[in-house]
């Protein structure tokens, strides 16, 4: 996919990522310039949705870009702690599969704090399951800045053995170990 | 979508585009033990090599003292009205700007003078002697603490004046200096700054850090 056809909040994205490293004070008032663009938009919608009626924007919001742009000014109807309560149910099957389930902690100024209860032991990459919860969340709650997984390990692979196979399991990989499963 | 690696911090593009636009203050830590810190916070000096730390309450009053590594910078500045320093003497020190401090180091055993530039800082060690001549007229410089505080001189387009200064708002000056001069004298901006300077309250940690300690310890080398 060419950068011009990517979606517009992966380019933002893009885009932020590329003129952050420079560190120009010269980029002052291209900031300001955004932030004004922004809070007059902001300003208007907020005008706008205040006389639509509650139905009306749910149906609205069916449109992804609508969505979208609420989400960047802020104006989502719906709290950030129930989108993400919808992203980790959307996840509930897909990670199911996968022998693990994921907790809605706490939602403190934009750092969200999940929990990972693996139900049974398998083999999965711990990084792999970081991205796609990240990925999950983050669609339907761009707004947060940071996301902490309680239970999964930074790295390698998440080494799970139940309390019954302490003294039996040896092994750290291999697809066998499901053997030891309660 | 997934704009993240595994590597990376997750962060949303919402999140990402407000931290851009409106960049957290950056958010000073003691320098002993990591605590977060108010933006008025206690500096220390290390009397071994000059450098100047932020530190938390309980570090610096932990660490500094007579025989500890550290000593603590005060606050209180005071104008010097009735300081004695003619021209003549002034001319003695060598000093080819306007504007220059002065502090006893118990490292160095001598005088320390700092004059700010274009360049950044320059330093030159006095004498004590040199030293003992002005504290014979001028009996309040033997009340400066060492290594913290510094007389400062304000000899910038004719002014005379004189100040018993902590040495970070020192180096705030030092550094205000060097990111405002312009020319070959400095220019106005330098010396709107200068005035402000000495007509403000503490200048802001911030500019302590950023500009003004590479100069001493870079200049120290």
């Not at chain 2, 009053?61 to 320093?85: C, E, H, I, N, T």
């Not at chain 2, 330098?190 to 300690?213: G, I, L, N, Y």
Request: aromatic share 6%; glycine share 6%; charged share 25%.
């Amino acid at each position: 996919m060419s950068r011009s056809d990517a979606a517009a909040e992966t380019r933002i994205a893009d885009l932020i990522g590329a003129l952050e490293p420079l560190a120009d004070t010269r980029l002052a008032p291209a900031k300001e310039l955004v932030k004004a663009v922004l809070e007059l938009h902001a300003q208007g919608l907020a005008a706008l949705i205040a006389v639509l009626p509650a139905a009306v924007l749910e149906t609205c919001l069916q449109s992804k870009e609508v969505a979208l742009l609420l989400l960047l000014h802020g104006l989502h109807p719906h709290p950030t702690e129930s989108r993400v309560r919808q992203a980790l149910a959307g996840l509930r099957a897909e990670l199911g599969t996968q022998g693990a389930r994921v907790h809605f902690s706490e939602l403190d100024d934009g750092l969200l704090s999940l929990r990972l209860e693996v139900t049974e032991q398998r083999n999965f990459s711990a990084p792999a399951l970081r991205s796609e919860i990240e990925a999950a969340v983050l669609e339907l709650a761009p707004e947060i800045g940071s996301i902490v997984i309680e239970g999964l390990p930074e790295t390698g692979e998440v080494a799970f053995v139940p309390l019954a196979n302490l003294r039996t399991s040896t092994k750290k990989n291999g697809a066998e170990h499901a053997e030891h499963s309660v | 979508m997934a704009p993240n690696t595994p590597n990376t911090p997750s962060e949303g593009w919402v999140a990402a585009l407000r931290r851009f636009i409106e960049p957290a203050p950056n958010i000073a830590r003691c320098e002993l033990c990591s605590l977060e810190l108010m933006e008025r916070h206690p500096h220390l000096i290390a009397i071994d090599d000059r450098r100047l730390l932020c530190a938390c309450d309980a570090c610096a009053l932990l660490y500094s003292g007579d025989a500890q590594k550290f000593r603590r910078v005060p606050r209180d500045s005071a104008r010097l009205d009735d300081f004695q320093m003619s021209d003549e003497h002034w001319a003695g020190l060598g000093i080819p700007v306007g504007i220059a401090f002065f502090f006893k180091s118990t490292r160095d055993q001598r005088v320390v003078a700092i004059y700010p530039g274009a360049a950044g800082a320059m330093e030159s060690l006095l004498d004590l002697s040199t030293w003992g001549v002005l504290e014979e007229a001028n009996p309040v410089l033997r009340a400066i603490e060492p290594d913290v505080e510094a007389l400062l001189a304000n000899h910038l387009d004719g002014a005379r004046d004189y100040y018993r200064m902590p040495l970070d708002r020192c180096y705030a000056l030092s550094g205000l200096i060097r990111s405002t001069w312009s020319g070959f004298t400095g220019g106005s901006e330098m010396r709107e700054a200068v005035a402000q300077f000495f007509a403000d309250a503490v200048p802001a940690c911030d500019s302590v850090r950023r500009v003004a300690m590479p100069d001493a310890v870079e200049q120290h080398a």
